[in-house]
């Protein structure tokens, strides 16, 4: 027994042991230099900003590599990213938007042509500024707090008004963090090329996620609360002195909301706020514009959840074209205004001689809402003379709209039930009384739903359009409306096919108002054509 216990111990002394790591409280990144270690105090009142900007450049000086942020509070200024750099955000790391101290907005001569507002036009005062970088990263599931940042309406010195704006960068990945009160905008993304933004989480007072004149963006399973203003906007500004598309984009997966500011990260989702600054309801949408002077092509939107929220918006007014855009796999609760609004404009905020722009090739499929603000029509697509909105196909919709307006409130347009902000610098034909179907045309006013007033249709208002079908399209109004279900105005072509549409509260009143209707096709009926003003009865 003594010589085999010899030999046991013999043989597991020249075995290899087994190597055990040292227990250590940050995880072992490679190449990673953690803010700690160039002097981050991480206690949420001592200003990191100097420290963080050190390890950022030791990791460039080293050729790149990963700036850590353990968990802890750090409040900073402007930090200035660099090329081949990741910004790793611990679960229990907070960065924090200081109140003073961010870098000066730099010189933009675009942006002194009032071309775009102010926060569309620099970048630097931010909290987070790269220009001209490649090969970067945000990640980590951390929290970034804009709690210092301003909401953009004007700037102090030393004063920052977004939480990340990048400028002509190429290969960016945002993924897994969360921001809360962004300011002016959580993300601008400006001529930003291969942009990745992949489960982030925004609860903000302005903007969500701006995507301007940038290439190759992949937009996938967010969740973005924005009372105020807009989720997910495309635009193509004139920021960079030139006319640059938004095109190859791809958004799927996300919910946009308009809880109130906070209650999307706590949980608790309230809905208390009656309206956005704007004084329509809570926005939180997905849109195209209003800053268009660039064209947006090739671009999908699917699976996408809306809830107390305004509807889908594409917009073209400053010139742009609107090319080959696919939207699928929509559903929308609590709108507050019309689930599906196209404008073709022509403000023209760009270089003299700004071109009209153009609207075609958009298909909408698989589109389910309810609860929808009944002052609106469900589809609002308007044009403007000489210049039509071409070839639009919506199918498989359903919308449900609270509905309950009478024709003599929209012969009135009462104030109880117009939103004026929109008609601001006055608007004849909009605020007073008017003839029910004589709605200006308002070729150079800020776009939205509510620019119009009241509209004389439940289910489609559409004016200055070619080419536009409805197939397997229903509307309901839960409550009885006395307008009639369709207004067609100056339309080349149109075909509805498998449509249920609601039929006005009053006895042998129109279905449909028609002005100017040439190839009307309804269920394969003989295409017809209407010169004159024609009201259709079921």
Not at 456 to 478: C, D, G, I, S
Request: overall charge neutral; aromatic content about 6%.
């Amino acid at each position: 027994m003594r010589h085999a216990t010899v030999i046991l111990l013999t043989i597991l002394s020249i075995l290899p042991m087994p190597k055990v790591r040292a227990s250590k409280t940050v995880p072992d990144i490679p190449h990673s230099h953690s803010v700690r270690a160039h002097g981050a105090v991480g206690d949420g009142k001592t200003l990191d900003t100097a420290a963080i900007n050190r390890a950022i450049e030791a990791a460039s000086a080293a050729g790149g590599g990963t700036v850590h942020f353990p968990a802890g509070s750090y409040l900073s200024a402007t930090i200035r990213l660099r090329s081949n750099i990741t910004l790793h955000i611990d679960a229990g790391a907070k960065i924090i938007a200081a109140d003073t101290g961010y870098d000066a907005p730099e010189p933009n001569k675009w942006g002194d042509l009032k071309y775009q507002d102010f926060g569309h036009s620099h970048w630097a005062n931010s909290l987070i500024h790269g220009d001209g970088l490649e090969n970067i990263a945000i990640t980590g599931h951390g929290l970034i707090d804009g709690r210092g940042l301003n909401r953009g309406w004007g700037a102090t010195e030393g004063s920052g008004n977004k939480t990340i704006a990048l400028r002509l960068c190429r290969n960016v990945t945002l993924r897994d963090f969360s921001v809360y009160h962004g300011g002016h905008f959580a993300l601008l993304a400006t001529g930003v090329d291969n942009l990745t933004i992949d489960n982030l989480r925004i609860d903000t007072n302005r903007d969500a996620l701006d995507i301007d004149c940038c290439r190759h963006v992949r937009i996938s399973n967010c969740s973005l609360n924005t009372p105020n203003d807009d989720a997910i906007v495309l635009k193509t500004s004139y920021a960079l002195g030139e006319v640059r598309p938004t095109e190859h984009v791809t958004i799927t997966n996300c919910s946009v909301t308009g809880y109130d500011l906070g209650t999307l990260l706590d949980g608790t989702y309230r809905r208390t706020l009656a309206h956005s600054p704007d004084r329509d309801g809570p926005t939180g949408r997905i849109k195209f514009g209003t800053e268009s002077n660039g064209p947006f092509r090739n671009i999908t939107i699917s699976n996408i959840v809306f809830d107390r929220s305004r509807g889908i918006a594409l917009e073209s007014v400053d010139g742009s074209e609107i090319e080959d855009i696919a939207i699928s796999n929509i559903t929308m609760r609590d709108v507050s205004n019309a689930p599906l609004f196209i404008r073709l404009g022509n403000r023209a905020r760009g270089p003299k001689g700004t071109p009209g722009g153009s609207i075609k090739r958009v298909t909408i499929d698989n589109l389910v809402a309810s609860d929808a603000d009944g002052r609106f029509p469900a589809f609002i697509i308007s044009g403007i003379p000489g210049h039509h909105i071409e070839n639009i196909r919506l199918s498989n919709i359903r919308v449900e709209t609270r509905g309950g307006l009478t024709m003599k409130e929209i012969a009135a347009q009462p104030d109880a039930l117009v939103n004026a902000f929109f008609l601001r610098g006055g608007a004849p034909g909009v605020q007073g009384k008017r003839a029910p179907y004589a709605v200006p045309e308002r070729d150079n006013a800020y776009p939205e739903p509510s620019m119009f007033g009241l509209l004389p249709a439940t289910a489609l208002y559409a004016r200055h359009v070619k080419n536009l079908q409805l197939h397997n399209v229903e509307v309901a109004t839960t409550q009885p409306d006395e307008r009639p279900a369709l207004v067609l105005e100056d339309i080349d072509g149109i075909t509805l096919r498998d449509i249920t549409l609601p039929e006005p509260a009053k006895a042998k009143s129109a279905w449909a108002h028609l002005t100017d209707v040439k190839n009307f096709i309804h269920n394969d009926a003989k295409p017809k054509t209407v010169v004159r003003t024609t009201e259709l009865k079921k």
